[in-house]
């Protein structure tokens, strides 16, 4: 479903997200295996055996990011977009301030930020995932409906990959020790559903590589607004980084808050779309 419980009310009218922080899950199975892999990471598979060493192991962390963007995408080869049916790209925008809303956030030293031709699908095949907590991409995205192995971010291309950086190929990536990923791109929740399986969307194939927690967009997304909107959102995360729902359910109620009626951004089309897979 394209509707979010974010825009549900209770028996009283007060909306969902008012008093509760609202995640989603594949299944029932996988949140057991983001929970499992959650205590896994954090308690060094049980080895360190008291909340007092959890909160010192938590407290001494210092998360770091990687974040793709930036994209002059009427520089690189749309061929191969064209013959899917697709217009030409646009380049995003605001894809800059939005890569570097996260580098204030984290600080130079704690974020990778790969930009225009380093914002590539090889740079990402090639980054050892061990090093960092956390990953976004302010990228385009195609999600296509019967066959979810086309469905793709689009990268930077080289001569090694073609930038699309397909269902299976991120199903491929090693992330296990990911916190979080935030797909700024359009439709990445949108895919077909298959009993026992759910939907097979660009999350689905972050989610099977191992990241914990994925936030992905259920519709086409504004580029300005989707910009703030994650500035918004990494300045609260910072704060409490072990909870990356949470942080995006507060980031809603803020991103309403400095946008109250009847500005547009205060329609649910500019910050409903986002859900989050995990916890």
Known sequence: SNIPFELLNDDRGKRLMDDHDIAYSNSLYQHYEDMKNYYDKWTENYTLTTDKDVDKKVKNWNPKIAAFGDIEYENIDQSSFSRMGFKNLKTLNW??????????????NNSYIYRGENSSETMIKNLDFSTVDFLHFSTHGVSFYNNYKQSSLILDDDRSNDGFLTYDE????????????????????KGQNFRNINLLSLQKA????????????????????TSIFSGIYYKILINDPLFPGAALNKTKLAFIKKYPHPHKYNSPHYWAAFVNYGY
Request: glycine letters at 6%; charged letters at 25%; proline letters at 0%.
């Open 206 to 225: 972050f989610k099977t590589a191992g990241a914990r927690n994925v936030i992905s967009t259920l519709w086409a997304i504004d580029d300005e607004a």
């Open 170 to 189: 991120v199903s491929d990536l090693e992330l296990l020790n990911l916190e979080a990923v935030f797909l700024s791109a359009c439709d990445t929740n």
């Open 95 to 108: 894809s800059d301030e939005e890569l570097d809303g996260i580098e204030i956030a984290f600080g130079s």
